[in-house]
Nanobody, 126 residues
């Protein structure tokens, strides 16, 4: 069982930055893909980025490439999402998720993940 706790959401003006954190516990293996997802009101949940615990493999959605960076600190069991140049369309509830597998091109699909955090709200005003 993997437990996930997100933090770092908030309100920011367009062009600003936020860093989200996801602390995970309950699993000590290396085969762990950690993903960030978001869901805006009335829209489906979409994958933002994913990172593999065992190496530096990352996956990004085209909508956030060059603006968002996912990173991990295995010593702290924490995954981060640095979000720069935020836009109003980035407004959503952001969720951290875990899958006990390798990351790959499939890692932005919500159905690939078994464990989810409670979410943290990000609001970007114009």
């Amino acid at each position: 069982q993997v437990q996930l706790v997100e933090s770092g959401g908030g309100s920011v003006q367009a062009g600003g930055s936020l860093r989200l954190s996801c602390a995970h516990s309950g699993y000590v293996g290396a085969r762990l893909c950690m993903g960030w997802f978001r869901q805006a009101p009335g829209k489906e949940r979409e994958g933002v980025a994913a990172i593999y615990k065992g190496d530096d493999r990352t996956v990004y959605a085209d909508t956030v490439k060059a603006r968002f960076t996912i990173a991990r600190d295995n010593s702290r069991n924490t995954v981060y999402l640095q979000m720069n140049s935020l836009k109003p369309e980035d407004t959503a509830m952001y969720y951290c998720a875990a899958a006990l597998t390798y990351c790959g091109s499939w890692s932005l699909k919500p159905r690939e993940y078994s464990y989810w955090g409670q979410g943290t709200q990000v609001t970007v005003s114009s």
